[in-house]
């Protein structure tokens, strides 16, 4: 813990600081605004104790633009006798709290320490809520066994990750793992898919960008970097990062600082960085499209996912859960699948993994009328991708018997299909076809596509 002592008088600094150190607690004293400006622009502090006269900028003011950066630490604000009213005006800015000199040290101490506590389990519910309710590791089979014992050993480092494996594999769920038994979990979880924001926009979302820096900044924006401060940056399709940013994103490795666009001031992170792709990025790296320093980087650590069909024991654990799910947001009383369905999802391919799992099941989940999932209901033809050659096959639409098809033509009635199975969302259609969203959009182009 860390707290920044704001005051222009240096017995009191000195005494606070004395204060927190016996109990075990870092204090670092500013005595102006301006330099608690600088500190806080400088490393993370967990609390402040400001003072409310000083001369220049007072606490107020200061206590404003803390607030309008987006520092969140609690404040606890002083002042003397005659100015009660200006310590309510305080709260009504920010301040968690005010105390009226003269004070005990111990009894700010003991507030100082309640806030903060409080802070970070409003820190850790918020974590919480913003987990998926499908957030869950499951798996018993060998491969899945050595990722969680890897993940136990990861977690408690600082080291960059990269998660690789196909999509739908769970690369989100890992990443969201090592944060939850890392020693900065009680600090956000912050997600980004490179391969979902638009290239022009990606920079600014990253590094944030300051008032004015191009037209329509009408305000400062944080970006993920500083907002996952304290916490875990999740870089989710890293093999999409453009080649332009991959310098920066580097630089930002090797200096552990960001500079907001159109501002001059590095700003330091403290974020663990977990990087995912579905790529081979040492493909990338003989091709020339991904820095090999960037890629050194990032490959700290590796875990790789296996694809669903690689740990097929695993899958009437992962129908359990998956119908757990079901039951509660449908309000059904699912118990199971038949044998017969059971060894049919064993005996299917699964291109899109525990994704495509859920979604096979929550299409049976609607046409059964029972508690148990038959065959029928699973229909898995209606997820296949590829035409079965030799007998006639419907593909969007289309008919193909033994007449000779090419790659791209069922290439283009895959994408077709997927479009309209998930209504043109072409998120959602990406992730089930394996392909990133922007790799999607171009297909849609190339083909001409109106769906």
């Not at 918020?126 to 899945?144: C, K, N, Y």
């Not at 304290?230 to 994103?249: N, R, Y």
């Not at 990032?298 to 024991?313: F, G, M, T, Y």
């Not at 299917?348 to 065959?375: P, Q, W």
Request: hydrophobic fraction near 40%; glycine fraction near 8%; proline fraction near 4%.
């Amino acid at each position: 813990m860390n707290i920044l002592i704001v005051d222009d008088e240096t017995n009191i600094r000195d005494l606070m600081v004395r204060y927190l150190k016996t109990d075990g607690i870092e204090g670092e004293g500013a005595e102006n605004a301006y330099s608690a400006q600088r500190l806080l622009s400088q490393k993370p502090f967990d609390g402040c104790l400001i003072d409310l006269r000083m001369p220049g900028m007072d606490g107020l003011e200061l206590i404003r633009w803390i607030r309008q950066e987006g520092f969140r630490m609690p404040i606890v604000m002083v002042s003397a006798h005659g100015e009660i009213t200006d310590a309510v005006e305080a709260l009504k800015h920010g301040a968690q709290d005010y105390i009226v000199k003269p004070f005990n040290p111990e009894e700010v101490v003991i507030k100082l320490k309640r806030l903060v506590e409080a802070q970070n389990f409003r820190n850790i519910q918020e974590t919480e809520e913003r987990l998926p309710q499908d957030h869950a590791f499951i798996g018993e089979s060998v491969q899945i066994q050595r990722i969680k014992s890897m993940i136990s050993r990861i977690a408690l480092t600082n080291s960059s990750v990269l998660v690789t494996g196909e999509s739908g594999t769970g690369k989100e769920v890992i990443a969201r793992t090592i944060h939850e038994q890392s020693p900065l979990s009680a600090g956000p979880f912050v997600a980004i898919n490179i391969g979902g924001v638009p290239e022009n926009l990606l920079e600014s979302e990253l590094f944030g960008y300051e008032k004015g820096a191009f037209t329509g900044a009408v305000s400062r924006k944080t970006g993920m970097f500083e907002l996952a401060s304290g916490g875990t940056l999740f870089l989710d399709e890293i093999g999409e990062m453009p080649s332009s940013l991959q310098v920066k994103i580097l630089r930002v490795l090797q200096e552990r600082t960001i500079t907001r666009l159109g501002g001059t001031q590095p700003i330091p992170i403290n974020a663990r960085i977990v990087c995912a792709t579905n790529r081979n990025l040492e493909d990338m790296v003989r091709e020339g499209s991904f820095r090999e320093d960037l890629f050194y980087r990032l490959n700290v650590v590796r875990i790789h996912v296996p694809p669903l069909r690689e740990r097929k024991e695993d899958i009437p654990l992962l129908v359990s859960w998956i119908l757990k799910k079901l039951n509660s947001r449908m309000g059904r009383q699912f118990t199971g699948l038949t044998p017969e369905a059971m060894e049919k999802l064993k005996e299917y391919r699964f291109h899109g993994n525990i994704r495509e799992l859920e979604n096979i099941l929550e299409r049976a989940a609607i046409f059964t009328d029972g508690s148990i999932i038959g065959e029928d209901e699973l229909d898995l033809r209606a997820n296949e991708l590829e035409p079965s050659f030799g007998e006639e096959t419907s593909c969007g639409g289309l008919a193909f018997g033994d007449e000779a098809v090419s790659l791209k033509d069922i290439e283009k009635q895959a994408i077709e299909r997927a479009l309209r199975r998930w209504e043109g969302n072409r998120t959602k259609a990406a992730d089930e076809l394996g392909i990133t969203r922007r790799t999607l959009i171009n297909k849609i182009a190339e083909f001409g596509l109106d769906v």
